[in-house]
C-alpha cells in the first residue's frame, strides 16, 4: 500500500486531502519515534524493537513516500506544488534507507541539499 510517513509537518490536514482520494495513507510520526527505522516506521519491519526518544527534534520537515508507483508520486508532487504546500525534505523509501533512523535520514537530506545547493 502506498503511504507517506510526516515529520513535523504543518501541512498534514492538506497533505491529506490530496492523497487520501488517491488511496494514500498518511502517517504523521512522532518525535519520539524518531530513533525507530523508517522500516518499523512504515509497518515492514514489525518485529524491531520499539525505542522511545525523548530529546530535540532536528529542524524542518520531512515526508518519505513508500511503495509509490512512478505516477503517484509525481502527481502527488504535481498536487502539492500547485497547492503550494512547503515541505522542507521529501525522500522515497528504498531497501537501503528503510534501516535508518529517523536522524540518519535527516542527516542525508540535509548533505544532499548543501551538495545540491554547491553545485549552483
Not at 67 to 79: R, V
Request: net charge negative; with cysteine; charged share 30%.
Amino acid at each position: 500500500m502506498e503511504k507517506i510517513l510526516l515529520f513535523q509537518s504543518k501541512e498534514a490536514t492538506n497533505i491529506r486531502k490530496i492523497a487520501t482520494p488517491m488511496h494514500i495513507k498518511v502517517v504523521e510520526v512522532e518525535v519520539s519515534q524518531f530513533k525507530q527505522t523508517l522500516g518499523k516506521l512504515a509497518g515492514y519491519d514489525k518485529e524491531e524493537e520499539d525505542i522511545v526518544y525523548e530529546g530535540e527534534a532536528p529542524e524542518g520537515s520531512l515526508m518519505v513516500f513508500c511503495d509509490f508507483t512512478e505516477s503517484h508520486f509525481n502527481t502527488m508532487l504535481q498536487k502539492m506544488r500547485a497547492a503550494k504546500i512547503p515541505m522542507t525534505y521529501k525522500a522515497v523509501m528504498t531497501a537501503v534507507n528503510r534501516t535508518w533512523d529517523v536522524f540518519h535520514m535527516y542527516e542525508e537530506m540535509e548533505m544532499e541539499r548543501k551538495a545540491y545547493e554547491n553545485r549552483k
